[in-house]
């Protein structure tokens, strides 16, 4: 396993992390616990969960996560997420009295006294960012937090929020939280260039596109029974487009070309990109985990990375004259 710092910041998390959405939704307890377990076994320190996690039963992954982890806690970064609406609209947003209630939940559905980094879910237009960042940073003077993040936030409101934390001396995010894969590039087109001027980590989800980029579904096929895009709709009329087939049916000629697979190109290319610190991954079985390790040794050339671009980089839209 790979260890990389998080951005700019001290913190060092696993090149591939374990996304915990799947625990308490399709992964039942002991399937949730045997994930774990082999994550730990096989040196992944970063979890990333959320207090919405999963869909349908909100806060049961952090319960479970708790509850496996026990004396193992101190050993890995325990990540999670605030500012989507709990069941019923509760606490969503990022304003000081959400942050302040929520971060107490996710502390007791966690098992423990801190968390090691604490992500706004999304950008809250509502709540001024400067009121956001007192609350993370009051909570990070008590010691309940070590770091903060954000997700989904555009380049200019993740500029923003570190000029406010500089100008107002508050601990600032040191990481982004955004999809980022060989068929979702937006991320190249603003964001990546103000991380890295400022510091910031990023940590790409989806990197699989829901399992497009596994290799197992095929244009016109139906997709394999119990498969993530098979029994989540709005999953599948995110990722199976035309365009996504066509980009896919030319990485697998790339791939096919060199003895390699699209497992393997999809988890290289990832570590291979500039602020990328961690891969978060979800897995449902523990043999999962080790393939996604595994799949991370492909060292492009050159050459290489120019013919993914190629085939993949999004393109800015040219203002109408």
């Known amino acids: 396993m790979q260890y990389r ?26 399937a949730s616990r045997a994930v774990v377990h082999a994550a730990l076994d096989h ?32 050993d890995i970064v325990l990540a999670t997420k605030v500012g989507i609406a709990m069941d019923g609209g509760r606490l969503g947003g990022a304003s000081r009295a959400t942050i302040m209630a929520s971060v107490e939940e996710s502390l007791r559905r966690l098992g423990t006294d801190w968390i090691d980094l604490y992500q706004v879910h999304k950008f809250d237009p509502l709540t001024p960012i400067e009121e ?29 929020a570190i000029w406010t934390s500089r100008a107002a001396s508050l601990n600032a995010f040191i990481s982004c939280q955004d999809e980022y894969s060989l ?64 980009v896919l049916e030319a990485l697998e000629t790339f791939c096919a070309a060199r003895g390699r697979s699209l497992l393997e190109l999809a988890f290289s290319w990832l570590l291979s990109r500039p602020t990328v610190a961690s891969v978060i991954a979800g897995a449902t079985r523990p043999e999962q985990i080790t393939q996604n390790i595994a799949a991370t040794g492909w060292a492009l050339a050159p050459d290489e990375l120019a013919e993914i671009d190629r085939i993949t980089a999004p393109h800015r839209a040219v203002p109408a004259p």
């Open 5 to 30: 710092q998080l951005g700019r910041s001290g913190l060092r998390v696993s090149a591939i992390g374990l996304g915990c959405n799947n625990i308490g939704g399709r992964s039942d307890f002991a």
């Open 43 to 74: 040196g992944v320190t970063l979890f990333d969960t959320a207090n919405v996690y999963p869909r349908g039963a909100r806060g049961r992954s952090e319960e479970f996560l708790g509850q496996i982890l026990g004396e193992r806690r101190k």
């Open 132 to 160: 956001t960042l007192r609350a993370l940073d009051d909570l990070i003077r008590q010691g309940k937090l070590r770091y903060i993040g954000c997700s989904r936030f555009a380049a200019w409101q993740v500029v923003d």
């Open 183 to 246: 068929l979702a590039r937006e991320p190249d087109l603003g964001l990546l260039d103000a991380m890295a001027a400022n510091g910031l980590g990023l940590l790409p989800y989806f990197p699989l596109a829901s399992g497009l980029l596994t290799g197992k579904y095929r244009r016109g096929a139906p997709p394999p029974p119990g498969a993530r895009l098979a029994i989540t709709p709005v999953l599948a009329d995110h990722f199976v487009t035309e365009q996504n087939w066509s």
